[in-house]
Every structure is written in structure tokens, then in C-alpha cells.
């Protein structure tokens, strides 16, 4: 089945910091959506990529969509305190309503 | 204000025992997802609703079980056969658009064992 991998697990950074979050399928996606949960909250949807090469930007954070619509990124510049949480990613492809989630990114951030 | 809500916070399961975990929306969304969330996993599908009276199975269903007899109601029952069940419980609706899969999650279920 589809299979999302997202690197690197951990990401320890000082404030004012880049970061940057990598997500690759084994499969063409039809999408990707990136949402992020705080610590001892649940997941927020960030946004959602469809087109090949689409780039998205939110302030600080950068989202790409890869050529082959196989893999994504994003980046956050100057991280901040409020930047602290799990980053997933999540690929929709198949012919039904699954998203598949990676196993996350969890940034912590130090003042 | 709408949204999900999940209750309880947290539950605590005895040996052999089965338990419910409400979930409801008020969204007015058609389909209803249950996600499983270990440390350090990702949230993994345990079944998923897109419309009232059908649910299907995602990839961890052993052990669990659900029902969809209304559209704002998605309750899972954890099982006895459900034999490592503490976790984080994640109830998540969206409208059903396959084209705009969006997500909306509850505040999560903590389930431990005692």
C-alpha cells in the first residue's frame, strides 16, 4: 500500500533558526495536506498542495509540492517559540477517503 | 461554535473489558475518521465513515469496532481483543469532497490500561 516517509524524526533548533521538513511516497499523490499539533493538542491543518511544482507560502512557512507529485517540503524561516510541535504530512491518492499521515516531524525550538 | 467533540479526555480499561469512545460533530460533514497516535507514530487509520450506515475498515482495525447510525455520532469501541490498546485516540471528520479531504480533529481520547 501507499507509504509516506518524513525526515528527520527530530529537529532541535535555535530561535531565528531555519527548519525544513521532508516528505517522500512511494506513490503519486493526488495531494498533500501538512498539519501541525501541538504539545498535548491534536493535529491543525496547515494547508493542501494538488498541482505538480505547487509552492504555498503562510508567513514564516513554505510549502512545496514536487514535480513528480511524490514528495513535499516545508520550511519555516526564522523559527520562533510559537513554532513548537509535530509536523505531519499527509498523502491522498488512492480511490477512497484515506490519507495516509507520516510519522511526523517534532521541532522543538530553543529561546 | 462548530466542531468535534470527543469525550472522554482520558479512560482506563481493565483486563478483558470493552470500552466506547464518543466521538460527535456538528459539522455537518459526511465522513468520520478514527486515528490511532503512538509516540513517535504517525496517526495510523483504525476505520472510516463516508456516509451514514457504512463504515470501512482502515488499516488497524483488529480489536476495534464502530458504528455510523447517525451523521454527527461516530462511537469506537475498543475490544478485549484489542490486546495493546493504550494510546492517543483522534476522532476526525471532513465533508466527504474527494477533492478537498480536509481534516478536522477532536481533542483526542487518552486510553490506558490498568
Known amino acids: 500500500g501507499q507509504q509516506v516517509m518524513q525526515i528527520p524524526q527530530y529537529q532541535h533548533v535555535q530561535e531565528g533558526e531555519d527548519f525544513t521538513t521532508y516528505c517522500n511516497s512511494s506513490?503519486?499523490?493526488?495531494?498533500i495536506q501538512w498539519y501541525k499539533q501541538r504539545p498535548g493538542g491534536h493535529p491543525v491543518f496547515l494547508i493542501q498542495l494538488v498541482k505538480s511544482g505547487e509552492v504555498k507560502k503562510q508567513k514564516r512557512l513554505t510549502f512545496q509540492f514536487g514535480e513528480a507529485k511524490k514528495n513535499s517540503s516545508l520550511h519555516i524561516t526564522a523559527t520562533q517559540t510559537t513554532d513548537v510541535g509535530t509536523y505531519f504530512c499527509?498523502?491522498?491518492?488512492?480511490?477512497?477517503?484515506?490519507?495516509?499521515f507520516g510519522k511526523g516531524t517534532l521541532l522543538t525550538v530553543n529561546p | 461554535d462548530g466542531g468535534i467533540t470527543q469525550s472522554p479526555k482520558y479512560l482506563f480499561r481493565k483486563e478483558g473489558q470493552n470500552v466506547t469512545l464518543s466521538c460527535e460533530q456538528n459539522l455537518n460533514h459526511d465522513a468520520m475518521y478514527w486515528y490511532r497516535q503512538d509516540p513517535g507514530q504517525g496517526l495510523r487509520l483504525i476505520y472510516y465513515s463516508q456516509i451514514v450506515n457504512d463504515f470501512q475498515k482502515g488499516d488497524i482495525a483488529e480489536g476495534y469496532s464502530v458504528s455510523r447510525e447517525k451523521k454527527e455520532s461516530f462511537p469506537l469501541t475498543v475490544t478485549s481483543a484489542q490486546k495493546n490498546p493504550t494510546a492517543f485516540y483522534l476522532c476526525?471528520?471532513?465533508?466527504?469532497?474527494?477533492?478537498?479531504?480536509?481534516?478536522?480533529f477532536g481533542s483526542g481520547t487518552q486510553l490506558s490500561v490498568l
Open positions: 476526525a471528520s471532513s465533508t466527504g469532497d474527494r477533492t478537498s479531504e480536509k481534516l478536522f
Open positions: 506513490t503519486t499523490l493526488s495531494n
Open positions: 499527509a498523502g491522498g491518492g488512492g480511490s477512497n477517503y484515506k490519507l495516509t
